[in-house]
């Protein structure tokens, strides 16, 4: 009963925090309200008992990625753009229901597969443990392709943002 | 207990959440930030449906999905900052230089 009511209050935190994010004008609120939704994420992790995916989201998404979008939100001097005459407005309040027919057309799709196929009791435990385990024996090898496409990264972002002297 | 479908149906949610605003929003970081919401949201369902299937791979593939999208973040905001450089506004629907 607990954590029916935990799921609840979580989801209405996520799903309002993802709201605000699309709503509203300040990017920095923006990224305020992603700070919140990615926390209540962690938190639905640790629901389903990812202890280590609620630990590395908070770190790497909560931490490093919102630390980022703040810093360049600081460096690109927000509050200005947005505001002139909107060449697309037409186009833009077609978004909202394109975006309901998408919600539509996904509910259907989880109504006839997802929430029909029998569900299998849980063989494995999903703790920290089994995630190690499976990261170093099936998925070694995508493990160290990660280390590669986290170096490349490093070196392209140094290379685009580098100031010509 | 709350069944994994709960789970799904609410990462459902925070998905066409994040296509609206990449839709509806002319700041390529919002944008940004969208594009990071859809990402959690499927993250979301990967896990669920690890739990539902009872093994650890949904976790693993979401290890994946998390050092991809720290690597895209990273190069995404260093080519808008690259872009607001070169331009001084920050609007998509200016962007069309590579459009024909």
Redesign the interface.
Known sequence: MGSVIAFWILAALVVGSAVGLVVRRNPIHGALFLVVNLGGVAALYLMMHAEFLAAAQVIVYAGAIAVLFVFAIMVLIPGREETGPDPLRAQRWLAVPLGGFLALEIALVLRSTVFTTPRRPATVAGGVEAVGRLLFTDYLFPFEVTSFLLLAALIGVMALTKRKA | ??P???????S??????????V?????P??I???I??ML?AA??AL???????????G??L???V??????????G??????I?RMRR???V?ELSLMRW
Request: neutral net charge; proline residues 0%.
């Open positions: 207990m709350v994994e479908s709960h789970y799904v149906a609410l459902a949610v925070l998905f066409v959440i994040g296509v609206v605003g839709l509806i929003r002319r700041n970081l919002v940004f930030m969208a990071e919401l959690n993250n979301l896990v669920a449906f690890g739990q539902r299937h009872g093994t650890a791979q976790q693993a979401v290890f994946f998390m050092c991809v999208a720290a690597a895209e973040v990273a190069v905001l260093a080519i808008i900052v690259s607001f506004r920050l609007s629907d």
